[in-house]
Protein backbone atom coordinates (compact mmCIF):
# COMPACT_ATOMS: atom_id res chain seq x y z
CA UNK A 1 0.00 0.00 0.00
CA UNK A 2 3.11 2.36 0.37
CA UNK A 3 3.77 4.60 -2.13
CA UNK A 4 7.23 5.74 -1.17
CA UNK A 5 10.69 4.01 -1.52
CA UNK A 6 13.42 4.48 0.23
CA UNK A 7 16.81 2.96 0.95
CA UNK A 8 16.83 0.57 3.26
CA UNK A 9 19.63 1.52 5.55
CA UNK A 10 22.14 4.28 5.58
CA UNK A 11 25.32 5.40 7.92
CA UNK A 12 26.08 8.77 8.91
CA UNK A 13 28.74 10.31 10.74
CA UNK A 14 28.01 11.99 14.22
CA UNK A 15 28.16 15.96 13.97
CA UNK A 16 27.13 15.55 9.73
CA UNK A 17 24.38 16.10 8.12
CA UNK A 18 22.12 13.28 7.00
CA UNK A 19 20.36 12.88 4.41
CA UNK A 20 17.55 10.39 3.88
CA UNK A 21 15.84 10.40 0.02
CA UNK A 22 12.25 8.85 -0.61
CA UNK A 23 11.10 8.69 -3.88
CA UNK A 24 6.85 9.81 -4.23
CA UNK A 25 6.67 9.13 -8.17
CA UNK A 26 2.65 9.14 -8.12
CA UNK A 27 1.97 11.50 -5.87
CA UNK A 28 -0.91 13.49 -6.25
CA UNK A 29 -1.54 17.54 -5.96
CA UNK A 30 -3.30 16.92 -2.65
CA UNK A 31 -1.09 15.07 -1.14
CA UNK A 32 1.55 16.01 2.15
CA UNK A 33 4.82 14.26 2.39
CA UNK A 34 5.34 13.12 5.77
CA UNK A 35 8.72 11.55 8.13
CA UNK A 36 8.44 10.34 11.01
CA UNK A 37 10.97 8.33 12.89
CA UNK A 38 10.88 5.37 15.34
CA UNK A 39 13.38 5.00 17.72
CA UNK A 40 14.24 1.19 18.59
CA UNK A 41 10.33 -0.02 21.39
CA UNK A 42 8.72 3.51 21.19
CA UNK A 43 6.35 4.56 19.22
CA UNK A 44 6.42 6.85 15.26
CA UNK A 45 7.79 10.28 15.98
CA UNK A 46 6.42 13.61 14.03
CA UNK A 47 9.20 15.29 12.61
CA UNK A 48 7.97 17.24 9.51
CA UNK A 49 5.49 17.36 6.39
CA UNK A 50 5.37 19.84 3.86
CA UNK A 51 3.33 20.24 0.45
CA UNK A 52 5.15 21.67 -2.24
CA UNK A 53 7.60 24.54 -0.61
CA UNK A 54 11.07 23.78 1.48
CA UNK A 55 10.03 23.08 5.08
CA UNK A 56 11.92 23.57 8.15
CA UNK A 57 11.86 23.32 11.79
CA UNK A 58 13.73 22.54 15.07
CA UNK A 59 14.48 19.13 14.06
CA UNK A 60 14.63 18.65 10.63
CA UNK A 61 14.26 19.85 6.82
CA UNK A 62 12.41 18.82 4.02
CA UNK A 63 13.30 19.37 0.50
CA UNK A 64 10.65 18.60 -2.02
CA UNK A 65 11.74 18.41 -5.91
CA UNK A 66 9.84 20.80 -7.84
CA UNK A 67 7.90 18.23 -9.55
CA UNK A 68 7.03 16.75 -6.44
CA UNK A 69 7.99 13.33 -7.07
CA UNK A 70 11.03 12.86 -4.70
CA UNK A 71 11.73 14.18 -1.18
CA UNK A 72 14.87 14.65 0.76
CA UNK A 73 14.99 14.48 4.76
CA UNK A 74 18.01 16.56 6.33
CA UNK A 75 18.72 16.28 9.48
CA UNK A 76 21.57 19.19 9.67
CA UNK A 77 23.98 17.10 12.80
CA UNK A 78 23.27 14.19 13.37
CA UNK A 79 24.03 12.38 17.24
CA UNK A 80 23.82 9.01 18.26
CA UNK A 81 19.92 9.76 19.31
CA UNK A 82 19.02 10.22 15.79
CA UNK A 83 19.75 6.92 15.15
CA UNK A 84 16.04 5.19 13.88
CA UNK A 85 13.78 4.14 11.36
CA UNK A 86 12.89 6.90 9.24
CA UNK A 87 9.72 6.35 7.44
CA UNK A 88 8.64 8.66 4.35
CA UNK A 89 4.92 8.34 3.71
CA UNK A 90 2.39 10.55 1.50
CA UNK A 91 -0.83 11.23 3.66
CA UNK A 92 -4.18 11.41 0.95
CA UNK A 93 -7.27 12.69 3.45
CA UNK A 94 -10.32 9.82 3.69
CA UNK A 95 -8.36 7.06 3.02
CA UNK A 96 -7.17 4.66 5.76
CA UNK A 97 -5.10 2.49 3.69
CA UNK A 98 -2.64 5.57 2.54
CA UNK A 99 -1.57 5.84 5.98
CA UNK A 100 0.18 2.77 5.73
CA UNK A 101 3.83 3.28 6.59
CA UNK A 102 6.40 2.12 4.15
CA UNK A 103 9.99 -0.32 5.14
CA UNK A 104 11.80 3.15 5.95
CA UNK A 105 15.70 3.85 6.23
CA UNK A 106 17.53 2.55 9.08
CA UNK A 107 19.79 5.15 9.88
CA UNK A 108 23.20 4.41 11.92
CA UNK A 109 24.78 7.46 13.22
CA UNK A 110 28.23 6.24 13.83
CA UNK A 111 30.46 8.04 16.91
CA UNK B 1 1.92 14.79 30.84
CA UNK B 2 1.87 11.65 28.39
CA UNK B 3 0.17 12.45 25.44
CA UNK B 4 -0.94 9.57 23.55
CA UNK B 5 -1.08 6.28 26.55
CA UNK B 6 -1.87 3.05 25.90
CA UNK B 7 -1.93 0.30 28.37
CA UNK B 8 -1.13 -2.29 29.35
CA UNK B 9 2.42 -2.29 28.06
CA UNK B 10 2.80 -5.83 27.33
CA UNK B 11 0.13 -8.12 27.56
CA UNK B 12 0.72 -12.23 27.01
CA UNK B 13 -2.50 -14.48 26.20
CA UNK B 14 -3.23 -17.72 25.18
CA UNK B 15 -5.40 -17.97 21.88
CA UNK B 16 -8.98 -17.95 21.90
CA UNK B 17 -9.15 -15.32 24.68
CA UNK B 18 -10.71 -12.05 24.17
CA UNK B 19 -8.35 -8.85 25.26
CA UNK B 20 -8.39 -5.17 25.21
CA UNK B 21 -6.18 -2.33 24.59
CA UNK B 22 -6.98 1.30 25.74
CA UNK B 23 -6.00 4.00 24.41
CA UNK B 24 -6.37 7.96 26.25
CA UNK B 25 -5.13 11.23 24.84
CA UNK B 26 -4.80 14.28 26.19
CA UNK B 27 -4.13 16.46 23.13
CA UNK B 28 -7.24 17.45 22.46
CA UNK B 29 -7.40 15.83 19.40
CA UNK B 30 -10.72 14.50 17.41
CA UNK B 31 -9.65 11.79 15.65
CA UNK B 32 -7.69 8.27 16.76
CA UNK B 33 -6.17 5.82 14.99
CA UNK B 34 -4.70 2.13 15.61
CA UNK B 35 -2.28 0.53 13.89
CA UNK B 36 -0.40 -2.65 14.16
CA UNK B 37 3.47 -3.17 13.71
CA UNK B 38 4.49 -6.64 12.91
CA UNK B 39 7.47 -9.16 12.91
CA UNK B 40 8.86 -7.26 9.94
CA UNK B 41 8.52 -3.97 11.55
CA UNK B 42 5.84 -2.68 8.97
CA UNK B 43 3.16 -0.05 10.17
CA UNK B 44 -0.40 -0.51 8.78
CA UNK B 45 -3.23 1.21 9.80
CA UNK B 46 -6.05 -0.55 11.61
CA UNK B 47 -8.94 2.13 11.88
CA UNK B 48 -9.55 6.08 12.00
CA UNK B 49 -11.61 7.25 14.10
CA UNK B 50 -13.80 10.44 15.09
CA UNK B 51 -16.92 11.10 16.31
CA UNK B 52 -18.39 11.12 12.82
CA UNK B 53 -16.55 8.39 11.02
CA UNK B 54 -14.86 5.26 11.33
CA UNK B 55 -13.18 4.63 8.16
CA UNK B 56 -12.12 0.29 8.57
CA UNK B 57 -8.72 -0.59 6.52
CA UNK B 58 -10.45 -3.69 5.16
CA UNK B 59 -7.72 -6.12 5.21
CA UNK B 60 -8.50 -5.79 9.32
CA UNK B 61 -10.68 -8.83 10.41
CA UNK B 62 -13.77 -8.01 12.06
CA UNK B 63 -12.67 -10.01 15.27
CA UNK B 64 -11.00 -6.54 15.63
CA UNK B 65 -12.93 -3.24 17.13
CA UNK B 66 -12.79 0.19 18.29
CA UNK B 67 -14.80 1.29 20.63
CA UNK B 68 -14.86 4.73 21.87
CA UNK B 69 -16.68 5.86 24.98
CA UNK B 70 -15.50 9.21 24.77
CA UNK B 71 -13.27 11.96 22.56
CA UNK B 72 -10.47 11.29 24.39
CA UNK B 73 -10.50 7.58 24.28
CA UNK B 74 -10.04 4.81 21.56
CA UNK B 75 -9.94 1.14 23.03
CA UNK B 76 -9.26 -1.95 20.94
CA UNK B 77 -11.26 -5.31 21.44
CA UNK B 78 -10.14 -8.33 20.15
CA UNK B 79 -12.14 -11.32 20.17
CA UNK B 80 -10.91 -15.09 19.67
CA UNK B 81 -7.21 -14.54 19.45
CA UNK B 82 -4.77 -15.68 17.63
CA UNK B 83 -1.49 -16.57 16.88
CA UNK B 84 -0.90 -14.38 13.92
CA UNK B 85 -2.41 -11.72 16.09
CA UNK B 86 0.88 -11.12 17.96
CA UNK B 87 2.20 -8.14 17.32
CA UNK B 88 2.76 -4.26 18.40
CA UNK B 89 -0.32 -2.34 18.41
CA UNK B 90 0.11 1.90 18.41
CA UNK B 91 -2.60 3.86 19.22
CA UNK B 92 -2.40 7.78 17.31
CA UNK B 93 -4.37 10.71 17.54
CA UNK B 94 -4.66 14.05 15.27
CA UNK B 95 -6.45 16.66 14.53
CA UNK B 96 -9.06 16.23 11.74
CA UNK B 97 -6.94 18.52 9.53
CA UNK B 98 -5.99 17.56 6.19
CA UNK B 99 -2.04 18.22 7.21
CA UNK B 100 -2.50 17.54 10.94
CA UNK B 101 0.69 14.99 12.20
CA UNK B 102 -0.36 12.01 14.15
CA UNK B 103 1.06 11.67 17.60
CA UNK B 104 1.60 8.19 18.47
CA UNK B 105 1.79 6.39 21.65
CA UNK B 106 4.74 3.77 22.78
CA UNK B 107 2.65 0.88 21.63
CA UNK B 108 1.26 -2.54 23.37
CA UNK B 109 3.44 -5.68 22.25
CA UNK B 110 0.73 -8.35 22.42
CA UNK B 111 2.19 -11.93 22.34
CA UNK B 112 -0.98 -14.67 21.58
CA UNK B 113 0.51 -18.22 22.79
Known amino acids: DAKTTQPTSMDCAEGRAANLPCNHS???????VYWYRQIHSQGPQYIIHGLKNNETNEMASLIITEDRKSSTLILPHATLRDTAVYYCIVRVWGSARQLTFGSGTQLTVLP | DTAVSQTPKYLVTQMGNDKSIKCEQN?????MYWYKQDSKKFLKIMFS???????INETVPNRFSPKSPDKAHLNLHINSLELGDSAVYFC????????????FGNGTRLTVT
Open chain 2, 27 to 31: LGHDT
Open chain 2, 92 to 103: ASSLPDRDSPLH
Open chain 2, 49 to 55: YNNKELI
Open chain 1, 26 to 32: TISGNEY
